[in-house]
């Protein structure tokens, strides 16, 4: 009888200890789990992938946008230079970022690769920076790779001059063209044709009716803005009648 | 009375054995069972907040925002973009030659400390009139 009384004291001390030790355990794990802040950086390399490419054909545009200044107030004095500064600046900037976040990343490119051209005169100007450049990122799972043409056209050229209702309507065109697939996209600009605001109508296409009920000759003057600051002109002269 | 001391302690040996094998695997599934909860949601996170700056980059928002230092705009966006249960704050650097420089932040709702709290961040390569790259880190918790 004394035994199994000290069998049964034995059992009932065996599940309370059991019980205590799971409670115990249970609330140093949520305590420990809750008092930390779990601060966790999220590293996805395609992310990190897309993020610089687009970004780095952003900063090949601005760099077009700075030439472009430059080059139309008269003050370039080598395209190539400052292209590969900007571009050295932000290849310094990116591998300082993620290289010390554990990842391999190589931005490159060649400057014998490196175009610009401009021109102003006429009806069709446009404004070009040619650019290929290395992007390559890997992390100890994956490893992208890809050779990104930057090339950057932004084109501006006065399309149709009509009289309409004895008054003159005009079409200009702007487009913004990146790369060989000549992926041409609008880039939402201000326009004045002959300082009048126009109004985008769809496909780059923007157009103004301006005053005009003589005859004789006029000069369209077209000034574009892009947001990213690169700003083209076009100019024409019509005869009418 | 020998034989009942060797039976108790065996009795001793055995229980304390059962329990440490009960323990053992009882922390192993609480460890787990909490590791991939919060791999879970730190997955899903960083998947907000991947889609919520990608979403603002390509509009030409993040960028715009960010150089024009409209923290309040800015702080509006990632509150449309985000869900309602999801909290936010977020620091902005400047790259100063050599490193990051901070221009704002915290800016948002205050981490709490109890929570898991996911980071994502963007690089913007600068604007027409300041060329020096930001940087976005952006902080969610539910």
């Excluded at chain 1, 780059?204 to 990213?228: K, Q």
């Excluded at chain 2, 980071?119 to 390569?125: A, R």
């Excluded at chain 2, 604007?127 to 539910?142: A, F, V």
């Amino acid at each position: 009888m004394f035994i199994k009384v000290k069998r049964a004291q034995f059992y009932t001390m065996a599940v309370v200890i059991i019980a205590i030790a799971l409670i115990s355990t249970s609330i140093i794990i949520l305590g420990v789990r809750n008092n930390v802040k779990d601060v966790k950086v999220s590293e996805d390399i395609y992310f990190i992938f897309s993020n610089v490419k687009r970004e780095t054909l952003e900063r090949v545009e601005l760099i077009l946008a700075n030439l472009t200044q430059a080059d139309k107030s008269g003050t370039l004095t080598g395209y190539l230079e400052i292209t590969q500064y900007y571009l050295d600046e932000w290849i310094e900037c990116l591998r300082n970022e993620y290289e010390n976040r554990g990842f391999k990343i190589d931005l490159s490119y060649n400057s014998d690769q490196i175009s610009y051209t401009g021109y102003w005169t006429g009806n069709i100007t446009a404004s070009i920076l040619r650019a290929i450049i290395n992007v390559q990122i890997e992390d100890e799972d994956a490893s992208i790779k890809q050779i990104v043409n930057a090339t950057h056209i932004f084109r501006l050229y006065i399309g149709k001059v009509e009289r309409v209702n004895g008054k003159l309507l005009v079409e200009v065109n702007f487009t913004k063209i990146v790369g060989y697939s000549n992926e041409s996209s609008i880039d939402y600009a201000t326009i004045y044709i002959n300082d009048t605001l126009a109004n985008y109508v769809g496909g780059g296409v923007y157009r103004a009716e301006l005053a005009f009920t003589g005859s004789g000759t006029i000069t369209i003057y077209v000034a574009a803005t892009a947001p990213s600051g690169v700003f083209v002109e076009a100019l024409e002269t019509y005869s009418l009648e | 009375m020998l034989l009942l001391n060797r039976k108790a302690q065996y009795y001793a040996v055995d229980f304390i054995v059962a329990s440490l094998i009960i323990l053992g695997i009882l922390s192993l599934v609480y460890t787990h069972y909490y590791i991939s909860y919060d791999q879970d949601r730190a997955v899903y996170l960083s998947n907000l907040g991947y889609r919520c700056l990608n979403v603002l980059a390509e509009s030409g928002e993040l960028s715009k925002t960010v150089y024009n230092e409209d923290w309040e705009t800015l702080s509006q966006l990632i509150d449309l973009t985000l869900p309602s249960n999801v909290y936010f704050s977020y620091y902005v650097y400047r790259w100063g030659s050599e490193s990051w420089i901070r221009i704002v932040g915290p800016v948002g709702e205050d981490m709490p400390d109890n929570s898991l709290i996911v980071k994502v961040t963007y690089v913007l390569s600068g604007n027409y009139t300041d060329t020096s790259p930001r940087k976005i880190e952006l902080y969610l918790w539910e």
